[in-house]
């Protein structure tokens, strides 16, 4: 769960980068297009003016390049839309203004507006000539506004040759000082002998301080680099071919060692001599390369982060949708076109889409087409961690989903559209479910256990234990256990079976941590506070994750105090059987049976003696040892008076003569254990000699009567308590 949960807090990071940027782009292109709309707006506006109020109005930027007229000033000055940014000498006006350059410049320097008369050239007229300083909305000084008012009538005789004179002196200002503001050289070059007249600003451009003798075609492409050398060739040779116009960019090494970008244009003519010339312009164009350099690379820039987007995008597993305001989606990465079986480019309208899905909530209801988490962010709302169950179209199976979906807003704040992430949590699910499946084994298992469990983590906290831990403690209950090992030994003691009061470290769990897997470790436990006391068994050992670290520990402890008892009073009967089993001066012992394939019994195997055994029977080393290999000549009926006390379970005393051992024996024997059992106790005495000296008492006797009988003598014998008389049959 914590690697889900981390990889989820990654992708919503992911997500709200994705948007940022997102949000960045809809930014900057809602401010270009209002910024369109306003100059729209402002351009309608100045033609509704110009034609309205028919004023002859033009702008000129700081370098009076023309920037923008009015129709009333485009019959004056004979302009077209083709002439705007073209420089104002280069006009065919029919006004006569000797000072349009001076009065320009003073403008733009002291923004000082100036009045003047002016006349046109040809039909006499004359105006009133109006300059201003052109100003920004920004308070900024952007070129100059010139406004003319007709005042032909008064003026037109009186200044029509003034006129005349002054714009043929204007015509050449002009051209000269749009050619230095411009930073543009001239040149005008003889297709005769290639001898080249040019303007100060054409030696500066090529880095002369002062304007060199002379200057030649040849010593033109000397300063191009060799790189561009031939393409500039061709050009040049082509437009004369073709007697067509030419322009073209190119690399010079300027004569100070710096490489400059120039843009060059020239076209043929031909002069009032019937001479072929080329007249053209050349300027360097070095800043505005750069800026486009700089364009170049802020474009290519933009390009390889959107491409780095695309490729995050596309590498997620999880499936990521895109909307727009109108409910389509207008961007699914491959996993969620797959998922669905979605190709790229089809036009998917949301609704329709949930629509033809099973989408179920998380109680099993079907959840409506309007609580689609991407139209619920078009609406505004966050959606997170919204659990969902689809039937995949694809598979038809059911799949566990978890949602998250925002809306995308732009600067101002205006939803344009949405954006969900979609990760399948089907095995998470899976793996949920059977987690609480252990778990309630588990819990089961525990609560069924009578031995203690407690398992804790690797700080000593229990996280799980059974009613039985809550006994083996001494606790009331569950409830009543204290959760930290740590707490323990405020209330309890611990002793290792020598006696020896065990320290924290050495109980269970520490062990358990520190890696020791153990069975049946003793230990005597006891209450502070009542007093009692118990012994415990223990096994632990230590819980590993799949590094092979320590995590946790699992302990089962059993109360042994019972059987460590019942073991000390067998101990002690042992001890007292032992005793008396060596002191005993009649002769014990216990033997297996041995029972061929019909049941009949056929050997018995020693299985423990006394040392009174051998005494009395004269046998050694007889322990595992059977009767037949010990005496193969063993009667019989010793096998069967034992076989019948195992089949029978009935004790027999009796005694009995052992030919085999010359000795005669009274035994008492039963058998040991159930009815299964084939083992049997022998207590037994050695009554040889008692039985020959009652053997010897009747052959005495039986001599005595023969004696008696042969002699024809009677015997009488007076018993003097029971005042009784014995008579031979002699005596009568």
């Not at 200057?215 to 040049?236: A, C, K, Y």
């Not at 060692?257 to 080329?278: E, H, L, Q, T, Y």
Request: a negative charge; charged letters at 30%; aromatic letters at 8%.
């Amino acid at each position: 769960n914590e690697e889900l949960m981390t990889v989820n807090e990654e992708l919503q990071s992911t997500n709200e980068e994705l948007q940022s940027t997102n949000e960045e782009l809809v930014t900057v292109n809602s401010e270009l297009q209002r910024k369109m709309e306003e100059l729209d707006q402002s351009n309608s506006d100045l033609e509704n003016l110009f034609a309205s109020s028919e004023i002859a109005v033009f702008f000129l930027d700081r370098e009076l390049l023309l920037k923008r007229f009015s129709p009333a000033m485009a019959e004056i000055f004979n302009l077209i839309p083709a002439d705007v940014g073209r420089p104002m000498h280069y006009f065919n006006s029919i006004i006569d203004w000797l000072d349009l350059a001076s009065d320009a410049h003073s403008v733009l320097t002291t923004l000082t507006p100036i009045e003047r008369e002016v006349r046109t050239r040809h039909d006499d007229r004359s105006f009133i000539m109006r300059v201003l300083p052109y100003r920004t909305m920004e308070g900024t000084i952007d070129g100059i506004v010139v406004t003319l008012v007709d005042i032909s009538e008064r003026k037109q005789a009186e200044q029509a040759l003034y006129a005349s004179e002054k714009a043929l002196r204007e015509g050449d200002e002009r051209l000269r000082f749009a050619l230095e503001i411009c930073h543009i050289g001239a040149w005008d070059m003889s297709m005769t002998d290639h001898a080249v007249y040019r303007s100060p600003e054409h030696s500066r451009i090529f880095g002369y301080t002062e304007m060199l003798p002379q200057w030649t075609f040849e010593m033109f492409i000397s300063h191009v680099l060799p790189e561009d050398r031939d393409g500039v060739e061709q050009l040049i040779r082509q437009g004369l071919a073709a007697h067509q116009g030419w322009s073209f960019e190119c690399r010079i090494r300027r004569v100070d060692g710096a490489i400059r970008w120039i843009w060059v244009a020239g076209r043929p003519n031909v002069d009032k001599f019937g001479n072929s010339r080329m007249t053209g312009v050349v300027q360097d164009i070095t800043d505005r390369k750069e800026i486009e350099a700089e364009n170049q690379q802020l474009l290519e820039d933009v390009q390889q982060e959107k491409d780095r987007l695309s490729a995050l995008i596309d590498s997620i597993a999880d499936e990521v949708w895109f909307a727009d305001v109108q409910k389509k989606f207008t961007l699914a990465n491959p996993s969620a076109l797959q998922t669905f079986g979605i190709d790229d480019g089809d036009d998917i309208d949301i609704e329709n889409f949930a629509a033809s899905l099973q989408v179920f909530r998380p109680d099993g209801s079907l959840r409506p087409i309007e609580e689609a988490p991407s139209l619920r962010a078009l609406r505004g709302e966050v959606v997170k961690n919204l659990e969902e169950i689809v039937r995949n179209p694809v598979t038809g199976e059911l799949r566990h989903r978890e949602v998250h979906a925002n809306p995308v807003r732009d600067a101002h704040g205006e939803i344009i559209g949405s954006v969900a992430v979609v990760r399948d949590i089907t095995d998470r699910k899976l793996a949920e479910e059977a987690l609480r499946d252990n778990r309630a084994k588990l819990e089961a298992a525990l609560s069924s256990m009578t031995d203690a469990v407690f398992i804790s983590d690797n700080n000593g906290r229990f996280i799980e234990i059974n009613d039985a831990f809550a006994a083996f403690h001494r606790f009331e209950n569950k409830a009543a256990c204290l959760q930290r090992l740590a707490d323990y030994p405020e209330i309890l003691e611990v002793f290792t079976p020598d006696g020896e009061l065990a320290p924290l470290d050495m109980w269970a769990v520490p062990r358990a941590l520190r890696g020791e897997t153990v069975t049946n470790a003793e230990y005597s436990l006891r209450r502070k506070d009542t007093g009692e006391t118990w012994v415990g068994s223990y096994s632990f050992s230590p819980i590993r994750d799949k590094q092979g670290r320590v995590v946790g520990s699992v302990v089962v402890g059993r109360d042994v105090t019972e059987l460590k008892r019942k073991e000390e009073a067998l101990r002690q009967s042992e001890v007292q059987y032992h005793t008396l089993f060596e002191t005993l001066i009649e002769g014990f012992c216990t033997i297996e049976m041995i029972f061929n394939a019909d049941g009949k019994p056929v050997d018995y195997r020693f299985l423990e003696i006394n040392p009174a055994f051998e005494k009395l029977t004269g046998l050694y080393d007889v322990q595992g040892r059977t009767m037949r290999e010990l005496a193969p000549e063993n009667e019989s009926y010793w096998y069967e008076m034992y076989g019948n006390v195992v089949l029978t379970g009935e004790p027999v005393r009796f005694e009995s003569e052992a030919k085999v051992l010359g000795s005669y024996f009274d035994v008492c024997a039963y058998r040991i254990g159930g009815p299964g059992s084939r083992k049997v106790a022998i207590l037994f005495n050695n009554i040889t000699e008692r039985k020959r000296a009652e053997e010897a008492l009747v052959l005495s006797e039986q001599r005595r009567s023969l004696a008696l009988e042969a002699a024809q003598a009677g015997t009488w014998e007076w018993d003097l308590q029971s005042n009784e008389n014995i008579w031979s049959n002699e005596v009568w």
